[in-house]
C-alpha cells in the first residue's frame, strides 16, 4: 500500500463507506431540516449548493482529516507564494499572477514578476481597443475586421470556449475564428470566405514549435501570400509565445509579438495573451470583469478555512466518489447555449491536469487519480444521456451550473430552462418509487449533484466558475500526490506520428512498426487515391 492509502485518514475513509454504503440523500434531508442551507455557500452573485450529496457531518469531517493529512492548506499557501510546485518541470504555476488585482509586488528570485504581466497587458489593452476602434489597417491599407487564432490544446480550448460564452459582449463589427485541428477541412471552413485584406492571424502556441499550431499557421502564410503577395505577412500575423525569438524565427516582427511565461501552464493560460482574442472579442473592460472573477475565486481560495472553502468542499466531494464510491466518471451539464464548450475545455483542465499514475515520489499509484469528464448543454443533454444517469447502472456525479437571466431574456424560455435543470437535480436525488405499478417507471434516486447558480453569464461570473475548477484540481492532485502541472503524456504521440508521418515519403515502404501500424501504412501506402 501506499503512503496515502496506508494513511490513517485514507482508511478511515474507506471505514465511513463502509458504514455508510446505504445512505440516503432522501433521509439526509429528512433528518437535517436545514440541510440546503447548511451545504450551500454563496460568493458575489454565485451559489453553489453541495446538499445533494452522499456525505453528513461525521463524512465531510473525514474527508478534512484526509486534506490535513495531506498538508493541504500549506500547500495552497505554496502555490500563491511561489514554490516550485512543477517539481518535474523544475519551475512554479504562477497562473494566478495573471489575474493579481493587488497593487503588491510579487518578488521571486529578486523580480518583482507582476511588472512583466502589466507590461503584457497593457499591450494587449492598446491592441485589442486599436482593432475595436477601427484603427488597424492591414497591407492594403483597409480596416481589419476578420481575427483568427491559430492554435491548439490550451492556446484553443480555453479561449474559444470563453468567447463562445461571452459571445454576446463581443463587437458585431468583428468576425472571430479559430483553427485548432490539424484536419485540413478546419482550415478550409474556417477561410473560406474570409477577405485576406482584412484578416489577421494570432498564432498561439507557448513554444511555437507544436506541430499542429505550426502546421496551420505556415498554411496559413501561404494562403495570404497566394492572395496578397509575401510583403503582406508581416502587417497581417501576431504571435502569443514563451518563446519570442521562435517567433521571430518564423518571420513576425517583435512589435506583433505578445508574450508569456513558462510558469504558465497551457491550460491555464486563458489569462494571460493567449487570451488576447477574448479582449479583442468583448473589449478590454469586459475582459477586466473576466479577470476579476477569477481574482475573486484566487483570494477566496487563499484566504478561506479549509472547511468553508468552495473548491477545497467540491474537491473532497469529488474525491470521495471517485475513490470510495468507484464513480469512475462526472458530468459537467451548463444550462445555457452558451456554455456548450465548457465541458470541452473542463475536460483538458482536469484529465491533463491530474490524469497521471506517478506520485511525487516517483511511485506508481495504486489508486484512481483524474476521473473521466464529459458533458453536453441543457436541455439537449437530457435528451441525449440522462436515461443512463437516472436509470443505469453507472452513477455519475453532475454539477449542473444556471443562470437567473440571459442576454436574450424571455420569461418563458428562462423559466423553463431552470425548471428543467432544477427538476434533474431533484429527479436524480430524490427518484420516484412511491405507488409506481410499472418497475420500468422506478427511479430510485440517490444520485449526487452540485448546482452553481449565478445571476446571469457575464464575464465576471465566469471568470469564477473556471477559478473554481482550476482550484478544485489543484487541491486533488495535492491528495493524490501527483503533479497537476506538467503533461508529459501528450509528448508520446506525437513522438510516434512524426516518425510515421516520415514512412509515407519513404519509396521502399519498408515499415518497422508493429504489426498493426505496418498494416495500415501499407494500405494507406497502396491506396492511389493518397
Excluded at 440523500?25 to 460568493?43: E, H, K, M, T, V
Excluded at 503577395?229 to 513576425?252: L, N, V, W, Y
Excluded at 456525479?397 to 432544477?422: C, E, Q, Y
Aim: hydrophobic share 40%.
Amino acid at each position: 500500500m501506499s503512503q496515502l492509502t496506508n494513511g490513517d485518514a485514507w482508511q478511515n475513509l474507506i471505514k465511513l463507506k463502509n458504514k455508510y454504503q446505504k445512505l440516503s440523500i432522501r433521509d439526509l434531508f429528512d433528518n437535517q431540516p436545514d440541510r440546503a442551507n447548511r451545504y450551500s455557500f454563496q460568493l458575489d452573485d454565485l451559489l453553489i449548493d453541495l446538499s445533494k450529496n452522499l456525505i453528513n457531518q461525521e463524512i465531510v469531517d473525514g474527508l478534512m482529516k484526509l486534506a490535513q493529512e495531506a498538508n493541504l492548506s500549506h500547500q495552497i499557501q505554496s502555490l500563491f507564494r511561489g514554490d516550485k510546485l512543477n517539481y518535474t518541470e523544475d519551475r512554479p504555476a504562477l497562473h494566478f499572477l495573471l489575474r493579481d488585482q493587488s497593487s503588491s509586488p510579487f518578488i521571486l528570485d529578486g523580480k518583482d514578476l507582476k511588472l512583466p504581466v502589466k507590461r503584457v497587458l497593457q499591450q494587449m489593452k492598446d491592441f485589442s481597443q486599436k482593432i475595436n476602434q477601427g484603427q488597424l489597417l492591414g497591407y492594403t491599407g483597409q480596416v481589419i475586421k476578420n481575427i483568427v487564432n491559430i492554435g491548439i490544446g490550451g492556446s484553443d480550448l480555453g479561449p474559444e470556449s470563453v468567447y463562445l460564452a461571452l459571445s454576446d459582449y463581443a463587437n458585431p463589427k468583428l468576425t472571430i475564428r479559430f483553427i485548432s485541428n490539424i484536419d485540413h477541412d478546419n482550415f478550409y471552413s474556417v477561410l473560406r470566405d474570409l477577405d485576406p485584406a482584412v484578416t489577421i492571424f494570432l498564432i498561439s502556441s507557448k513554444t511555437f514549435l507544436t506541430d499542429e499550431t505550426m502546421t496551420n499557421a505556415l498554411s496559413a502564410k501561404a494562403w495570404l501570400n497566394d492572395k496578397l503577395g509575401p510583403e503582406s505577412f508581416k502587417d497581417h500575423f501576431f504571435a502569443i509565445t514563451t518563446q519570442p525569438f521562435q517567433a521571430e524565427r518564423f518571420g513576425i516582427v517583435s512589435d506583433h509579438i505578445f508574450e508569456f511565461w513558462d510558469w504558465v501552464g497551457g491550460r491555464y493560460s486563458v489569462c494571460s495573451a493567449i487570451g488576447l482574442i477574448i479582449a479583442i472579442s468583448i473589449g478590454w473592460s469586459n475582459f477586466q470583469e473576466f479577470l476579476k472573477g477569477f481574482y475573486q475565486i484566487d483570494q477566496h481560495f487563499k484566504t478561506t478555512p479549509l472547511t468553508a472553502n468552495i473548491p477545497v468542499l467540491l474537491a473532497l466531494i469529488s474525491l470521495w466518489y471517485h475513490n470510495f464510491w468507484d464513480f469512475r466518471t462526472e458530468a459537467i451539464i451548463p444550462y445555457s447555449y452558451h456554455l456548450s464548450w465548457l465541458p470541452t475545455y473542463l475536460q483538458q483542465a482536469v484529465m491533463e491536469s491530474n490524469g497521471k499514475n506517478i506520485n511525487r515520489q516517483g511511485q506508481v499509484v495504486d489508486y484512481l487519480t483524474a476521473p473521466v469528464v464529459w458533458g453536453q448543454s441543457g436541455t439537449n443533454a437530457q435528451h441525449a444521456f440522462f436515461q443512463l444517469f437516472h436509470q443505469g447502472t453507472e452513477i455519475v456525479p453532475v454539477d449542473f451550473i444556471g443562470f437567473m437571466t440571459s442576454s436574450h431574456d424571455n420569461l418563458k424560455h428562462r423559466t423553463k430552462l431552470l425548471a428543467n435543470m432544477l427538476a434533474q437535480a431533484q429527479a436524480l436525488a430524490f427518484g420516484q418509487t412511491d405507488q409506481v405499478v410499472d418497475v420500468n417507471r422506478q427511479f430510485f434516486g440517490n444520485r449526487p449533484s452540485n448546482i452553481f447558480l449565478a445571476k446571469s453569464l457575464n464575464p465576471k461570473a465566469l471568470g469564477q466558475i473556471i477559478g473554481l475548477y482550476e482550484a478544485k484540481i489543484f487541491c486533488q492532485g495535492v491528495i493524490w500526490q501527483i503533479n497537476s502541472f506538467d503533461q508529459y503524456g501528450v509528448e508520446l504521440g506525437k513522438k510516434l506520428a512524426n516518425q510515421i508521418e516520415n514512412q509515407f515519403y519513404q519509396s521502399d515502404h519498408n515499415f518497422n512498426f508493429d504489426q498493426s501500424t505496418n498494416l495500415l501504412l501499407d494500405y494507406i501506402n497502396n491506396k492511389p487515391e493518397f
